[in-house]
């Protein structure tokens, strides 16, 4: 009889790349998966959605969720689909936000799939999306809430349990015991002073570090976002112009709302009217209220973030604003201008230079955003191309994730290093310039592990303390 086999980690996604975030656990013959992302940006990752899962869903004992971005949850609804039925562990704030992502993740592939159907530029004559809405609201109810630094058990004989990331709402750092191996994710790591979310929870001690890197080769600049975000808006206000400002609806909507409340009420910005056109972003900053102590916002915060916008619901008010004159602010999703309601008003405002459109975070490479960043000027928009004329700001001071720096200074005050360590969740170069950082700054080995690769946990931690 074969020996039962040691504990191993594969790395299926995240791996040169920022998303696809999934990582499986095997011990004993037991599956945990960490994390179910999508696959985003470059067409050829987008591609991996549609992929056999690398083992069968049904063999999957449980997952657990770091947080409810798409990149690390919206996958979950097609393992479901294909015959996950174990539970989902999650933070409770996580459980709520994927309650709003999940079923709209469905909805835009459902979208997406009838618009190729109709335009007939798919491969297949009757296109299926990857999943719709109500795949996606069945897979909720596998979802099982878990307070922060409560110890939770998993199948195995393994454990689990949450820390703060600080990156959104909700957001955790994983550690699995497995095997009396202690493996740790970060998740995706937030900054160290950040306007809503509170620093990301120490290292803890670790065998296994698997470390995300999405600024791996960057330094955040040294800018205060409010003072960086009046000076644009006094500039277009001035000229009349709109500032069409495309945010990510959840933490980055609210971040913008947060300062632009502070702006108006101290008087440093004219009271033009903000617009907030994004059903899920007023449903995210309604979470806010009612997860109170797991940010940076007391109650009052949350009422000036509500009183400062009009919110946005329906299709017509929001094609009526495209016919508004400025001087006003639009705060619309996505953030990436991957799809959305924001489109539309980047086509409206786009071709005139009184007018600006203000990239509010990190822009993936092969989105309209990451074009606009580069330079680009001109968008395949609808099927036409759209010519950009207007003022293009990329914001510098808003990001969600820690940069370099920030992510080293994080590592170093851990007592203990782990013994193996794992760079992932970052483009080619950030990885690997994060790796060296940390080899010739902190004295550690790292590896940027490749798509696929599956080590043994026994091994992984033995041969790095040689
Ligand atoms: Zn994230």
Redesign the pocket.
């Given at each position: 009889m074969l020996p039962s086999p040691g504990p191993t980690l594969q790395f299926l996604g995240a791996t040169g790349t920022v998303t696809g975030s999934r990582y499986l656990v095997e011990s004993g013959g037991t599956r945990v998966l960490v994390d179910c992302g999508l696959f985003q940006g470059y067409k050829v990752l987008r591609e991996r959605n549609w992929r056999p899962f690398p083992v069968p869903a049904d063999s999957i004992d449980a997952v657990v969720l770091t947080?409810a971005?798409l990149?690390?949850s919206g996958y979950l609804p097609r393992l479901v689909r294909e015959g996950f039925r174990g539970p989902v562990y999650c933070t409770r704030a996580s459980r709520d936000l994927c309650g709003l992502l999940l079923p709209d993740s469905g909805r835009l592939l459902e979208e997406e799939a009838r618009f190729a159907a109709l335009k007939g530029y798919s491969r297949h004559a009757r296109p299926e999306p990857l999943y719709d809405e109500e795949a996606a609201r069945a897979a909720l109810r596998q979802l099982r809430p878990i307070e922060f630094g409560r110890q939770f058990e998993l199948p195995g004989g393994m454990s689990a349990s949450f820390i703060v990331a600080g990156?959104?709402l909700g957001?955790a750092q994983v550690t699995l015991t497995v095997a009396g191996r202690r493996l740790h994710f970060t998740g995706?790591l937030g900054r160290p002073a950040d306007a809503l979310l509170p620093p990301p929870a120490p290292l803890p001690p670790c065998d296994v570090l698997v470390c995300e890197s999405t600024y791996g080769d960057r330094s955040h600049p040294h800018v205060d976002g409010e003072t960086e975000i009046a000076t644009v808006i006094r500039r277009v206000a001035a000229r009349g112009g709109v500032a069409v400002v495309p945010a990510f609806a959840v933490g980055r909507a609210q971040e913008l709302l947060l300062h632009l409340a502070r702006l108006q009420q101290g008087g440093t910005i004219p009271r033009v009217p903000v617009y907030l056109n994004s059903p899920m972003a007023s449903k995210a900053t309604s979470l806010y209220r009612s997860h109170i102590g797991e940010h940076r916002l007391s109650a009052q915060d949350c009422d000036a973030l509500f009183g400062i916008a009009t919110i946005i619901e329906d299709v017509e008010a929001s094609k009526a604003l495209n016919r508004r004159r400025g001087p006003m602010v639009i705060i619309s999703a996505s953030g990436m201008l991957t799809g959305g309601r924001v489109l539309h008003h980047v086509e409206a405002f786009g071709p005139d230079p009184r007018n600006a459109i203000l990239l509010s975070g990190y822009q993936a490479g092969g989105t309209r955003g990451a074009a606009l960043r580069d330079g680009q000027r001109t968008l395949r928009m609808f099927g036409r191309n759209v010519d950009i004329r207007a003022e293009v700001v990329q914001l510098q001071s808003f990001s969600?994730h820690a940069d370099a720096d920030e992510i080293l200074a994080w590592l170093a005050r851990s007592a203990t290093p782990p013994s193996s360590i794992y760079v992932t969740h970052g483009e080619p170069t950030a990885a690997d310039t994060l790796r060296a950082r940390m080899r010739r700054e902190l004295g550690w080995n790292a590896r940027v592990p490749d798509q696929m690769e599956r080590v043994d946990l026994g091994v992984a931690a033995d041969a790095a303390r040689d």
């Open positions: 947080h971005h990149d690390h990156h959104i957001a995706d969600a």
